[in-house]
């Protein structure tokens, strides 16, 4: 049950440590985790780092060890089947949350949402699309390309 009335916060008014976030749209997915370079809300990361796929918690888990230890932002993809969809990546200030508090947000799914209804949310987890125009399988790429292929003509 997500909060979807409540705002995902950008950059300017995000701090992390004191944000309390809604993550409970990012329970039961997959996902792949590596390390991240380049615009924290781009589709850039380091391509020998990835791994998974991940449960929520294994990837909370990933993230937070990642900065805790190494000093590196991680790149959070949801896992998909369509090839034709653009990829879906956790955005800056939810792995910022994610790396900030993982060991509660840890402990907390293991109570099985318990504190879930007593939190006062601040906000919630942010999702970005990142449409690679280099990506001849997305469906944009072949709409874009067929329109300029009839122009041609």
């Known amino acids: 049950m997500s909060n979807t009335n409540l705002p995902v916060k950008s950059n300017e008014d995000f701090v992390g440590e004191l944000e309390v976030m809604d993550l409970s749209e990012l329970k039961g997915r ?8 380049g615009d924290p809300n781009g589709p850039k990361f380091v391509c020998s780092s990835i791994r998974g796929p991940f449960t929520f918690e294994e990837m909370c888990e990933a993230v937070g060890v990642m900065w805790r230890e190494h000093q590196h932002h991680a790149k959070v993809m949801v896992c998909q089947k369509d090839m034709t969809k653009p990829l879906t990546y956790l955005d800056a200030n939810t792995i910022d949350y994610i790396e900030a508090k993982f060991d509660d947000i840890i402990t907390e799914s293991m109570l099985e949402g318990v504190f879930d209804d007593i939190k006062d949310y601040t906000c919630r987890a942010g999702l970005t699309d990142v449409v690679d125009p280099e990506n001849p399988l997305l469906k944009a790429n072949k709409v874009q390309a067929q329109k300029e292929k009839e122009e041609e003509i």
Request: net charge neutral; charged share 0%.
């Open 30 to 37: 997959q996902y792949m985790v590596a390390i991240s370079s």
